[in-house]
């Protein structure tokens, strides 16, 4: 036998593994494969492995890993590992990962990278990492990503990516083609073409199909399309979002207050910041901050606790209003049993509409030409609703405690503490917002104290009243 037939037989590849079962989480016997491995410091096993993942599952195998293995993972893989991936993650592994990378590593990781996810991954460092690490980039390169680190966070300067192609106006479609064989610098994917004059400014973009289907001796300029979308660098991303979506574009140039091009934003970049903006929106209304399922308990208690002392705070003032009538309540004990369910229908209703206008305000959907129909159709809604409601729960209480005037009084409750969570939930919303309040953070505290307070308060005063009950 050869030693290549001995060497076949005695090696013992790392079998294929699918890396996602059948509900599309990530594989239980990969991911020991990958950590046994990781283990055994075996790299050519890793890379069998890993090397080839997309860098969406590359990023969900680094949450999964156990932290000190994360650095090992990267190093097995050395080249093969794409630092991509980091833009996959929550922000405390991608942290955690940077601080315990040497920084020539990270360095080199990121100048493969475009500059959109370079940046991405470095915003969230402190300055002085960020400079030790932008100290190992070539000039050019360092340049290029201290410029988008300069632009406001959350602005479309941090989110465009800096390489594009830009031609002159005097060119052909011929040029412009031979332009895109040989040069070396190109993105690794893009939509468009764009035209500057010699000061860069821009002129506008052609697209790619359209290049494709004319003759090379034509000039740019006879298919240039005038950039009419064109993005403020310092422009909030969230409104660039909204741009997107309202114009259905998929690519949009990025000028500076000049009108200079100086990137590129595609649509990849957009599904980001609107699912974050989704998530912040969502988490801001239940007050629970800029939290990720990676934080540690200590960051998730001091991010909840402001909220929670704040609700301790209208709790406090709602209870005021029921001491209000401490002795109503002794000479009816009935009324103590019923009076959250009228609090409860109140505060969901509210946090209904709630969520529906500061959603109309996020989408600016929502505004002063359609404020008047709104609020009359959440008038109607919840006239309509009180009333079914009314009915139901005035039924039960008659039937539970044998006394009609007692469904009487928590069916009145109910129309008037809904008639106000449908106002308030609409009207504090935009209030917030005029005052420029983010109403997504606010909203729900003072919408809940609302109901509460008017619930308590149109219960137990409704019932001292129709009973003769002392206050």
Known sequence: MSEASELDVTASPVPDIPVRDEDEHLNREFIAAVEAAIEANDQDGLRHLAADLHEADTGDLLETLDPEDRASFIRLLGEDFDYTALTEIDEAVRLQVLEDLPTEVIAEGLGELDSDDAVYILEDLDED?????????PYADRAQLQKALDYPEESAGRRMQTE???????????????????????PDSFYEIYVVDPTFKLLGSVHLDKILRTKRDEKVTSIME????AVLATEDQEEVARRFERYN???????????????????????????EEAEEDLRALAGVGDEEISDNVMTIARS???????????????????????????????LAVLMPIVAS?????????????????????????????VLNREILVSVF??????ILIGVTAWMWFGSPGLGVVI??????????AGLSGLLIPIALDKMNVDPAIASSVFVTTVTDVVGFFAFLGIAALWFGLPF
């Open 129 to 137: 990492d960020q400079a030790a690490i932008l100290e190992e980039l």
């Open 164 to 186: 594009f192609i830009a031609v002159a106006p005097f060119w052909t479609i011929g040029q412009t083609i031979d332009y895109m064989r040989e040069a070396r610098d190109l």
């Open 411 to 420: 069916g009145g409750a109910i129309v008037i503490n809904l008639l106000f």
């Open 304 to 334: 909840r606790l402001t909220w929670l002392v704040v609700n301790l705070g209208t709790a406090v003032l709602a209870s005021v209003v029921i001491a209000l009538f401490e002795d109503t309540i002794e000479a009816m004990v009935a």
């Open 226 to 229: 005038e950039t009419r979308q």
């Open 345 to 373: 229908m109140g505060g969901n209703a509210g946090t209904q509409t709630m969520t529906v206008a500061v959603r109309g305000i996020a989408t600016q959907e929502l505004g002063a030409r359609n404020l008047l129909r």
């Open 249 to 275: 574009l998929v690519s949009s140039a990025v000028v500076d207050e000049n009108d200079r091009l100086v990137g590129v934003l595609t649509v990849d970049d957009i599904v980001d910041v609107i699912q």
């Open 385 to 390: 609703n009180g009333v079914a409601l009314a």
